[in-house]
């Protein structure tokens, strides 16, 4: 089956489509990508599809002799992948790739491959058997998995191994590799919506996104995602991170755990992310990454199709005639280290010490579904399990009464919805889980139950607080599993509850739950996928970085990157130019401990001021005595410090004041406020200056600095109401100066002199790498539209980096920055011919 990851991609688009077109897996069309993708905007089409893609197919596998490679397949109803087909649009088709848990022989890949997509619109990958068990059993399951619920991998360390094996890692990515492969064989990237499953794919999102820079793309996260600092310790954290952020929408079940994600965004990345009207969004080079908190459901109506069925409820009446004179608990669990099955014994067993009139009564049956990892660990917890049900059995049993009962074999799907409806009590108390629908199955089987439909609606649900579940079941009896006291006392309260009391708790918990479904989940996730990616075929795009550093950078179709060799024809061209420059993030770098500028800046900006052709100006928000003295050899260099409140045009001219202001007295109440706060948060500072004050917290947490700086915002903005000044936050910094100062209206005024003076420029440069600097860029375009003025010729707002900004061209960073500036002052030398940028070829795959 021919794959686009082999195909040449130039024969292709030359027309030697022969192979091509014999999959029956492929779009009728060409994706544009090859077209368009890193040239111009593309428009939509109206076809769309669906693509689950998850580590398993939603296929249950058999033996059958008589079918290609021994195996006959059927769907799996209690498949996540395949329940989630009730949310989606009816008319979209639904495609899913994933892996088979079944071995089918290489000789028969093709053939299977061919009858589950034509029967079930399946899709396999198949992963050599010694990758695979690399991959799940080796980097997923005793690597990845154990530390996303917060178990850090330090055993092995003290045996003389190491906590990450890299030879691991990168079978984790060839697997991820393979899914890529496979997915592009189908992909149509302008039409289809890939939705990503579990961890098992983090790295997923990079692989399509090289291959497809549009792609509408979103992941949902079904196990917790652990706090920056337990994250930290994954030595690829950078790497599974970015992949994440080359989806468009990124899902989780509760609000800790996108919290927790974005708080590593933020600490190992350096990004920032703000909510706006409702959704979470962080800006990632010109994308905008939504992040979505919802729960996964259940399926109802596969629910209630397995409870009205004649197995269960002869079931049903099997385990009420068992347990007539018990009361029946129900625990079901994965046998694995993070359930908590133990202390759930424990507890039990706490409650038949402390309460000897429950002993003979009370009966927990525990449902231990088999393990989906292997190794040493299991193993201890089962001997665990095993040894203190032996004890408990031994101290607190008699003959035909056993207070613990353990299922260790496969329990049918029916067999598990007959205990939920006789269960009167629930416990589901794992140490760390993702989601758990537990609690959801068994309040839907009690109130569903045909054997119980003339009883009272009643259940009770134990519930551990460190699952996703946790926050929606506000009628459940929320606990510490780590506390086995207080587990006991709330098995104790849950059986012992007034009648009416559990009822209503248990009213509460079905109208949630049936309400919040399956379908409601997946409906919402896809409505929020395509209103993520609403604006792909409005933005150019381009990839940059290499391996898994790979991104894109999506663009304005009107903002692209300044050309040295465009600006440096335009300037020659004119006899009026005015520059404006920023100066920290600009020319100097943010994160340069040495904030003194170098000789090369220096020389860089003599070179232009000797040109009687230029004004150069330097509009910053430093304070003027700093700026005087750093630029003192650039005698010609005209000079606006604190955001313009002072000006002058050169050095030897004076310094001319703002007029707006000449009461300072607010400072006397800003002050005491902003050092209260500096005091509270180590690392932030205060710069005093003539006419402003500025709190910086660049060197603080960056969570608690954020979170201060909003404080202070708000605090400055009640206590300095009624004076003539703003508050404003900006990168790193929260800053009160004068009303209507600002660099906007340095513009203003430079502009308006010029215009009195009969110096009115034909060419304009501005350059500017923060919100500040967004004032000039606005103000700027206002001068240009007014009709009232005389008209420049040549305009240039640029802003550094690639962000959203007024400006409409950039550069990439200081660098790119003082090599511009070089080439126009070599440009004023016309023998000297500017130097030609460098050309970049962009490959097939997307990087540059």
Known sequence: MPSFSSANLFELVAGDDSDFAASPLRPPIL????????????????????????????LRAATDPASPGGLAFS?????????????????????????????????????????????????PVFIPADLHRRFYH?????????????????????????????????????ANKLFADRLIELLNPDDDLVWIHDYHLFALPTFLRRRSPRIKLGFFLHSPFPSS???????????????????????????????????????????DYQSKRGYIGIEYYGRTVTVKILPVGIDMGQLKSVISSPETTAKVQELVEAYRDRILMLGVDDVDLFKGIGMKLLAVERLLEEHPQLRGRVVLVQIANPARSQGKDVQEVQDEIGSITKRINERFGRPGYEPIELIYHAVPTYEKVAFYAVAEC??????????????????????????????????????????????????????????VDAVAEAIN???????????????????????????????????????????????????????????????????????????????????????LLDYDGTVMPQTSIVKKP??????????????????????????????????????KLGISAEHGYFTRWNKDAPWESCTLMTDFNWKKIAEPVMRLYMEATDGSSIEPKESALVWHHQEADPDFGSCQAKELLDHLENVLANEPVVVKRGQHIVEVKPQGISKGMVVENIMATLLSTGKAPDFLLCIGDDRSDEDMFESISSYTNNSSVPVIAEVFACTVGQKPSKAKYYLDDTVDVVKMLQGLGLANASSVQPPRPVQLRVSFEGSL
């Not at 530390?147 to 060839?174: E, N, Q, T, V």
């Not at 140490?431 to 068994?442: E, I, K, S, T």
């Not at 409505?527 to 898994?548: E, N, P, S, T, V």
Request: proline share 7%; hydrophobic share 40%.
């Open 31 to 58: 994706p544009r990508l090859m077209e368009a993708d890193y040239d111009r905007p593309a428009s939509p089409s109206q076809r769309e599809r669906r693509i689950i893609v998850s580590h398993r197919l939603p």
């Open 229 to 271: 600092e337990i994250f930290r310790t994954i030595p690829v954290r950078d790497e599974l991170l970015r992949a994440l952020l080359n989806s468009d929408l990124v899902g989780f079940h509760t609000f800790d755990y996108a919290r927790h994600f974005l708080s590593s965004c933020t600490r190992l990345l350096g990004l």
């Open 598 to 635: 170098s000789s090369e800046v220096i020389s860089v900006l003599n070179g232009l001021c000797s040109d009687p052709k230029n004004v150069v100006f330097l509009v910053s928000g430093r304070g003027k005595d700093e700026l005087s003295r750093w630029f003192a050899p650039c005698e």
């Open 493 to 579: 309260l849950a059986i012992t509850m007034p009648e009416t009391e559990k009822q209503l708790r248990h009213e509460k918990h079905y109208k949630y739950v049936s309400s919040h479904d399956v379908t409601y989940w997946a409906r919402s996730f896809d409505q929020d996928l395509q209103r993520a990616c609403k604006d792909h075929f409005l933005r150019r795009c381009w990839g940059i970085g290499f391996g898994m550093s790979f991104r894109i950078v999506a663009l304005g179709p009107n903002f692209r990157k300044l050309s040295l060799e465009y600006i440096v024809s335009a300037y020659q061209r004119t006899n009026g130019r005015l520059i």
């Open 138 to 174: 080796g980097f997923c399951k005793h690597y990845l998995w154990p530390l996303l619920h917060y178990l850090l991998p330090l055993s092995p360390s003290s045996l003389g191994g190491l906590p990450f094996d890299r030879a691991l890692w990168l079978s984790y990515l060839s």
């Open 75 to 123: 769907r799996d109803p209690d498949a996540l992948a395949l329940q989630l087909r009730s949310g989606l649009p009816p008319a979209a088709e639904v495609v899913h790739v994933g892996t088979l848990a079944a071995i089918v022989d290489p000789a028969h890949h093709a053939a299977v491959s061919r009858i589950l997509f034509d029967r079930f619109r399946c899709l």
């Open 426 to 483: 629930c416990i589901v108390n794992p140490v760390r889980d993702g989601m758990n629908l537990v609690p959801y199955n068994y309040t839907v089987c009690r109130h569903q139950s045909p054997a119980l439909i003339h009883s009272p609606k009643k259940s009770m649900i134990v519930v551990s607080e460190f699952i996703g579940c946790s926050p929606s079941l506000s009628g459940a009896i929320r606990v510490n599993p780590w506390n």
